[in-house]
């Protein structure tokens, strides 16, 4: 139940139909036993910029932002995270009384997803799959939580891949990013030297559940570890490739948590309860 005390939090994007983030936010909200309701606030695009206005003098604690307004709300923020000032992308909004700070918790969520092989991937070369808001949190992360020492950095777009690393050079100095096109041919050229693949594309993600970023059977080797952003599904069929080798395959299940974790106890100050809404959602998964 909701009173006049509650205090608000939510998720902005478009669409939202199918954001898992209220689940388990009003989950933890519901076993910590707090004053709390996170709700989805859709925006259309047309209505960004007085929705937003809106929310800063209402009484809302704070948001996650999601596609396709990560980028956008930078130019409403008062103050941000260093992350969000070097990624350039926010997933996550603190409202000060109408002064919004901006944060990027998906750092957070790759940090502990990562944590187990910490040592593995210490100076260890890292192939990057996708150059937008979710690869320069998964960069990011890399460098400064696990002192990777090499980024081989696969795109579609190169002049994009390109541009990253002019960013983290200049904001992180970290010099050691070399940008490809997304060719399959340059991919097994480098993997000798990766010890992490690391897909942030979306390709593979539900309804395309039969696509993988890289296919030939070459690209997979037992002594890799393989990492697919996406969630849904949480076996992809990059994922099913890589297990069938034998080589380590992780999930986008323990990020999503992880950011969410994050972004609750920079609004409530409060522990999330990771393992019951990782259960949650395999479960809703399972239903599905
Ligand atoms: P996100 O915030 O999830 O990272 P994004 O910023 O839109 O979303 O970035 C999506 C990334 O996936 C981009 O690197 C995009 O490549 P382009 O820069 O060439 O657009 C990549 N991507 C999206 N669809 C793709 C596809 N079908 N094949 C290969 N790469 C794809």
């Not at 480098?190 to 890289?214: C, F, H, Q």
């Amino acid at each position: 139940m909701f009173d006049f005390d509650t205090t608000k939090l939510g998720v902005i994007g478009y669409p939202l139909k199918h954001s898992l983030s209220p689940l388990i936010h009003n989950n933890a909200i519901e076993k910590l036993g707090l004053n709390y309701q996170y709700q989805p606030l859709e925006i259309k695009p047309g209505n960004f910029d007085t929705s937003i206005n809106g929310l800063k003098i209402m009484k809302i604690k704070g948001f996650n932002v999601t596609i396709p307004y990560k980028e956008q709300i930078i130019g409403y923020l008062h103050n941000m995270s260093k992350e969000v000032e070097v990624i350039g992308a926010v997933n996550t909004v603190v409202n000060n009384d109408g002064k919004l700070i901006g944060y990027n918790t998906d750092v957070t969520g790759i940090k502990v997803t990562l944590e187990r092989f910490g040592e593995e991937l210490s100076n260890s070369g890292i192939i990057v799959l996708g150059a937008g808001g979710a690869s320069r949190a998964v960069i990011y992360s890399l460098i400064e939580h696990f002192n990777v020492s090499k980024i081989h950095l696969f795109n579609r777009t190169v002049e994009k891949a390109e541009k990253l690393k002019g960013q983290f050079s200049e904001k992180l100095n970290f010099k050691e990013i070399s940008c490809y096109n997304f060719d399959e041919k340059r991919i097994a050229d480098v993997l000798s030297r990766a010890k992490l693949v690391v897909n942030t594309t979306p390709v593979g993600m539900y309804p395309d559940v039969n696509e993988s970023p890289i296919n030939h059977y070459k690209l997979f080797k037992k002594d890799k570890i393989y990492f697919d952003l996406i969630y849904n599904p949480l076996k992809t069929n990059f994922l099913k490739k890589a297990e069938r080798t034998g080589a380590a395959g992780i999930n986008g299940l323990k990020m999503f948590v992880g950011q969410a974790a994050e972004s609750f106890k920079l609004w409530t100050g409060k522990e999330f309860p990771i393992e019951e809404s990782e259960l949650l959602i395999k479960n809703k998964f399972i239903d599905s």
